[in-house]
């Protein structure tokens, strides 16, 4: 049964219309539990929830909705493996690189795989890695695309400056300016190129990979460079085929989505970066999220709660876009690692058993880090004509932190959320009336998410909500979040035109 049919969905819509004289600064004001009641907690992470759109009743109505869905069953068949992925008949098992699964086969091979890519990257870090003329690497060049390179680039920054000798540079379009860049700060016998990619077929990362060869070959000819080039694949015959010595390719199963790889070996970048125990942390905050998502009750469920949200607004609030506020400006990679992670995921048009649906699914995700992004596109959030929900996402650490600047980053995402919800209401009466122009309307909600700090284990936490999030929505909409045929097309076309 199509989940619009469904007496939940229903419901719902009937509830919408319900709400159709719902006020933000009304429902705060006249609730004061509500900003305390509506916070959430899930690995260190907190959510305020109270600057949204919904009241006891509408959550009410949103958990039926995931019943009907049957989220418990689907979410259980995530973490056992079962193969949700139907299209391409495997399932989606990223939760198996940090939760260790039942199954103790898997289990030993991801974390065989896990040392041997971690001791790798220490044995860089430590400069004990060396290339063909003996000396040791001190540049790596990480050349992937899409999930082979949002990831490991969002959380390696994420992590502040990298510790180590080594430089790390992340190459992914194919426009050659990015590599230039990189390869005009590497000096070709100290560089290790590592080729990132799932399938070892896309044409960026093997033409920048083979753009870097011949740049090593140039600068130093005569070269051995096997022993400078490594990769990371499911395809490691490929891998090899392209002329990567098998005791540098490192690789993650074929149940591993290209955008929920960062947790595999294509975490190396970050590992590299930041150290073998920063990565276990990372590994160790998303777990954490793991279990609360399995375990907590659905009420104070924080994944569950924001995959509903998400459902909410998109089909019943008609919104097409979801906006992405990091007020840090190390998680400035987050809205560009999330749109891959949530619109390749959702962004389909036909069910599971492929009928055409007949409701909305991925809203466009787009953001900036904070305070940049409130000199450029707040002005369309506050008064644009149709309301895009926001997250801000920062850390509690930077409240009170000594850093005066800190504390006005934090204090400004919580006066623009503010902002957004109460409006004009927000403010003290000034007894003078304002120009239509510059009134705000509020009534525009958000969700106010915060990390204690921005380490590895809490920047571990805050992807895995994100996943989980997707994966939600994913269940609620029936569609299969792990697929991406959509971007076949593109691929052939160009070949096609290449061939003519
Ligand atoms: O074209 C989209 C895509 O297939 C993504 O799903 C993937 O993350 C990216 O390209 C890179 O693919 P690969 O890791 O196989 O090189």
Redesign the pocket.
């Known amino acids: 049964m199509s989940i619009a049919s469904t007496p939940a969905w229903q419901s719902l819509q009937r509830h919408r219309e319900a709400l159709s004289s719902f006020r933000l600064d009304a429902a705060l004001r006249d609730d004061p539990a509500r900003a305390r009641s509506w916070r959430f907690e899930a690995a260190g992470l907190e959510a305020d929830l109270s600057r949204n759109l919904a009241s006891a009743e509408t959550w009410r109505l949103l958990l039926a909705l995931a019943d009907a869905a049957e989220l418990p069953r689907w979410r259980d068949r995530l973490f056992a493996g079962a193969p949700i992925n139907n299209t391409e008949g495997r399932p989606a098992w990223h939760t198996a690189l940090r939760t260790a699964p039942a199954n103790g086969a898997v289990a030993r091979t991801v974390e065989q795989e896990r040392l041997r890519m971690l001791d790798f990257a220490e044995r860089l870090r430590a400069g004990q890695v060396r290339g063909a003329t003996g000396k040791a690497i001190e540049t790596v060049l990480c050349i992937?695309?899409?999930?082979?390179d949002l990831g490991p680039r969002l959380v390696t920054a994420a992590l502040g400056e990298t510790s180590g000798p080594i430089r790390l540079h992340f190459v992914s379009n194919i426009d050659p300016v990015e590599l230039d860049l990189a390869l005009a700060q590497a000096v070709p016998e100290s560089t290790l190129i590592v080729a990132?990619?799932?399938?070892f077929?896309?044409l960026e990362?093997l033409e920048n990979a083979r753009a870097a060869l011949a740049w090593l070959r140039q600068g130093a000819p005569g070269i051995d460079t096997r022993r400078h080039l490594a990769a990371i694949t499911s395809q490691p015959e490929r891998a090899q085929a392209f002329g990567v010595d098998a005791s540098l390719v490192y690789t993650f199963a074929e149940w591993v989505g290209?955008?929920y790889s960062l947790w595999s070996a294509c975490g190396l970048p970050i590992a590299v970066g930041h150290g073998a125990a920063a990565f276990n942390d990372l590994l160790h905050g998303a777990a954490a999220l793991d279990h609360h998502f399995v375990e907590a009750p659905p009420a104070r469920n924080l994944p569950l709660l924001l995959g509903l949200l998400g459902v909410w607004y998109v089909n019943f609030w008609g919104c097409r876009s979801r906006a992405v506020m990091p007020y840090a400006q190390r998680l400035r990679h987050l809205p560009a690692y999330l749109q891959q992670l949530e619109m390749?995921s959702n962004g389909k048009r036909v069910d599971r058993d492929g009928r055409l649906l007949d409701y909305d699914t991925s809203p466009v995700v787009w953001g900036e880090a904070g305070t940049t992004a409130q000199h450029s596109v707040f002005q369309f959030l506050h008064q644009g004509t149709f309301f895009s929900p926001v997250d801000f996402v920062t850390a509690a650490c930077f409240e009170n932190s000594a850093e005066q600047r800190e504390r006005l980053l934090y204090a400004n995402a919580l006066a623009q959320a503010d902002a957004l919800a109460l409006g004009e209401a927000a403010l003290k009466p000034s007894g003078s009336a304002k120009a239509t122009c510059a009134v705000v309307p509020g009534d525009r909600p958000s969700t106010f998410i915060t990390l204690p700090r921005i380490d590895a284990f809490s920047v571990g936490a805050l992807l895995a909500l994100y996943e989980h999030r997707t994966f939600v929505q994913g269940v609620l909409w029936q569609i299969n979040s792990f697929d991406?045929w959509g971007?076949e097309i593109g691929k052939q076309l160009l070949k096609q035109r290449l061939a003519d």
């Not at 992937?144 to 082979?148: A, C, E, L, M, T």
């Open positions: 992937g695309i899409g999930g082979s990132i990619s799932k399938s077929t896309t990362t290209g955008r390749e991406q971007v």
